[in-house]
């Protein structure tokens, strides 16, 4: 029986964050036993706001090494850079033209990086949802693992979809996003209300993978709490609380009631020393196994996903030329 078809991106614009990994990169790793999984480097996303070619060329080798760190076995699934695999542009032109202007202003992913410079904003960043879903639909995608953030992104590609084949023959698979209960948000350290994010301009803000643990463990001790001093979880009335024992359960694996127990009658100091914890041993031993993890290896890795991905995108791509006349 053929499995259902994963395809999800990250793309290699910052340091990756526990953010990236407790939202996206955990449903990866779980998901690639009972899927045929596709994960891919978005470097062309990544170049929608400027990047500085060094330090891209880094990035890109990095997310590949934090993949296979994370457990993504390259035996299982494909993991490729995005510009290795030409049909992707392609195909995001072709569907540039089925996309409207009206649907992508309406994106929040695009409104919050615009901001109020829109006059120096790239088109690439407007057209940026487009090539997602050129990424999604190219393998047949049922299935796409995200951060919550990306739920409308995705149903955006639903619509590009449909629409396309309303307009021409049933072409394209219509995609579902996928995201997780708990973690599918992890949120700022400094200010709660905003998710965490590479962009954002403190570090204080994020937990980045690579980040040294005692660094981590500061930022931990930093971050913002509420009023009160109940461990308690209630994302409206305790933002900060809330998502530091989000934090702690995913990485230690216990339920958020459980660690409301345990810090029945303790104060937010010790909490947040038990947070720092975790956290820290948490990337004590990711790093560990990153650094085994050689950048040649990881370089191969992508060239053979990108020669096991061509051809799948190729199939995509010739049908849809086809419905439409190009050849
Ligand atoms: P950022 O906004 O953090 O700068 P991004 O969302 O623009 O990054 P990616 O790095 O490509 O871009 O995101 C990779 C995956 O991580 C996506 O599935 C995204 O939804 C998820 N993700 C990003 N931030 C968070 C977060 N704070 N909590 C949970 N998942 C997240
Ligand atoms: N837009 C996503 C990254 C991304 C993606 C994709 C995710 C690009 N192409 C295809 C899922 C499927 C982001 O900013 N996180």
Known sequence: MLKPRIFSGVQPSGNLHIGNYLGAITQFVALQNNYDCIFCVVDLHAITVLQDPDSLRKRIIEVARLFLTAGIDPKKSIIFQQSDVPAH????????????????????????????EEANVSAG?????????????????EVVPVGDDQVQHVELTRDLAKRFNHQFKETLTIPKAKILKSGARIMGLDDPTKKMSKSAESEYSRIELLDEPSVAMKKIMRATTDSGS????????????????TIHSLLSGKDIKTLEKEFVNKGYGDFKKAVANEVKLFLTKFQAKYNEIDDIDARKILDDGAKRARPIAKKTLKKVKEEIGLN
Do not use: H
């Open 125 to 141: 960043l407007f057209a940026y949802p487009v090539l997602m879903a050129a990424d999604i639909l190219l393998y047949e995608t």
């Open 230 to 245: 109940e461990v308690k979880y209630d994302y409206k009335n305790k933002p900060g609380i809330s998502n530091l024992l």
């Open 89 to 116: 542009a392609e195909l995001s032109w072709i569907l540039n033209t089925v996309a409207r202007m009206s649907d992508l202003k309406k994106m929040t992913q695009f409104k919050d990086k615009s901001g109020r």
